[in-house]
T-cell receptor, first 115, second 114 residues
Framework: SQKIEQNSEALNIQEGKTATLTCNYT??????LQWYRQDPGRGPVFLLL?????KEKRKERLKVTFDTTLKQSLFHITASQPADSATYLC??????????????FGQGTELSVKP | DTEVTQTPKHLVMGMTNKKSLKCEQH?????MYWYKQKAKKPPELMFV???????INESVPSRFSPECPNSSLLNLHLHALQPEDSALYLC?????????????FGSGTRLTVV
């Protein structure tokens, strides 16, 4: 079955630095990979989607890369701020025959940005 | 309107109670989802509705019963739950089913079964 691993449960960095989060997956290669942010007690918020034929995607201070050879996605937050502190989830799409697609989430990385 | 609205925000129910969770979106999304999330764990898919039809049931116990009355509404009927069913229940929607589109999640219903 598909396995998704995010590099660590927690990541602590200093304000202004670049945070880099890793998402590795096994077995089949998804056509799409997504990243979400989740604050405590809230639902996940969609950040970025990257397709298998896209190497990189950017949105403001966020950058996502997708390496289908390594089966890995990297998520970068540049010039990080304390307000970026949250749990970040990567999610992969999986197609089920006769049922359609579904999104499977990794366990998340809790990012803490210290002033 | 770019939101998914879930009610109630909190629910405490006994193991013999019957209750319902409600979810509403007015973005014209044709796929809607129920996820369950335990503390410090990722959201786990329960059900997927596409064009108001149930397309995926992730082998969820029958004490959870989903319903999609129309394209804007999604309900989750609860009956005879167990304490281990206590969790955050999240509703989400997307333009179409699958991972081709980002999902919009509601804030969830925090369910406690006593």
């Amino acid at each position: 079955s598909q396995k998704i691993e995010q590099n660590s449960e927690a990541l602590n960095i200093q304000e202004g630095k670049t945070a880099t989060l890793t998402c590795n997956y096994t077995n089949y290669s998804p056509a799409y990979l997504q990243w979400y942010r989740q604050d405590p007690g809230r639902g996940p918020v969609f950040l970025l989607l990257i397709r298998e034929n896209e190497k990189e995607k950017r949105k403001e201070r966020l950058k996502v890369t997708f390496d289908t050879t390594l089966k890995q996605s990297l998520f970068h937050i540049t010039a990080s701020q304390p307000a970026d502190s949250a749990t970040y989830l990567c999610a992969l799409g999986r197609m089920i025959y006769n049922q359609g697609g579904k999104l499977i989430f990794g366990q998340g990385t809790e990012l803490s940005v210290k002033p | 309107d770019t939101e998914v609205t879930q009610t109630p925000k909190h629910l405490v129910m006994g193991m013999t109670n019957k209750k319902s969770l409600k979810c509403e979106q007015h973005m014209g999304h044709r796929a809607m989802y129920w996820y369950k999330q335990k503390a410090k764990k990722p959201p786990e898919l329960m059900f997927v509705y596409s064009y108001e039809k149930l397309s995926i049931n992730e082998s969820v116990p029958s004490r959870f019963s989903p319903e999609c009355p129309n394209s804007s509404l999604l309900n989750l009927h609860l009956h005879a739950l167990q304490p281990e069913d206590s969790a955050l229940y999240l509703c989400a929607s997307s333009q179409g089913q699958g991972a081709y589109y980002g999902y919009t999640f509601g804030s969830g219903t925090r369910l406690t079964v006593v």
